[in-house]
């Protein structure tokens, strides 16, 4: 059983569209942060939160850490083709701040 | 050095042969991670390193897997007896035990059992 769950597990769209990808877990986290992998490439860290509630902007993408620290969510607008990629969600554990991944969303933009 | 890195970069093997994978973590890094990565997945967790101890070795997916660290540096994932359900991309991550904890990735090994 995955700590972290991540949905949808694929997602594809258009050029253009708008996507959500959530992280749920029904544990508290003292930070979560997001990934994202292209083909033949390591995961290269996007962005991480920290604080309750918090949402950060990295140009079209949205992060938000859920109030009780515990989800998120990722919102790109106007999706690119260079979006494409599996995105990842990890969180630290409060106790020892060992990371967990949830399985990743494979993001497809077609042009 | 700068970033994580992992060798060798590729590796083709036997069948029944054992192999092993190497990481170098960025230095000042306590934790480690290893990964496994089958084509087109996610990451499938396998150990976790905290300095030089394991606390955390739930992933390992048999008795054929083992990893072990040198102090909070150099690990090292050994496959025995390899078997073609062993080919993958195995990464390996590090971070600093802190509130943020951001993993940095090396590049990965692509291993393939034939």
């Known amino acids: 059983t995955q700590l972290l769950e991540q949905s949808p597990q694929f997602l594809s769209i258009q050029e253009g569209e708008n996507l959500t990808v959530y992280c749920n877990s029904s544990?508290?986290?003292?930070?979560l942060q997001w990934y994202r992998q292209e083909p033949g490439e390591g995961p290269v860290l996007l962005v991480t939160v920290v604080t309750g509630g918090e949402v950060k902007k990295l140009k079209r993408l949205t992060f938000q850490f859920g109030d009780a620290r515990k989800d998120s969510s990722l919102h790109i607008t106007a999706a690119q083709p260079g979006d494409t990629g599996l995105y990842l969600c990890a969180g630290a554990e409060p106790d020892d701040y060992k990371l967990s991944f949830g399985a990743g969303t494979t993001v497809t933009v077609r042009a | 050095g700068a970033g994580v890195s992992q060798s060798p970069s590729n590796k083709v093997t036997e069948k029944g042969k054992d192999v092993e994978l190497r990481c170098d973590p960025i230095?000042?890094?306590?934790?480690l991670y290893w990964y496994r990565q089958r084509l087109g997945q996610g990451l499938e967790f396998l150990i976790y390193f905290q300095g030089n101890s394991a606390p955390d070795k739930s992933g390992l997916p048999s008795d054929r897997f083992s990893a072990e660290r040198t102090g909070e540096s150099v690990s090292t994932l050994t496959i025995q007896r390899t078997q073609q359900e062993d080919s993958a991309v195995y990464l390996c991550?590090?971070?600093?035990?802190?509130?943020?904890?951001?993993?940095?990735f090396g590049q990965g090994t692509r291993l393939t059992v034939v």
């Open positions: 230095s000042g890094h306590t934790a």
């Open positions: 991550a590090s971070s600093r035990r802190t509130r943020r904890t951001e993993a940095f």
């Open positions: 544990s508290v986290f003292s930070s």
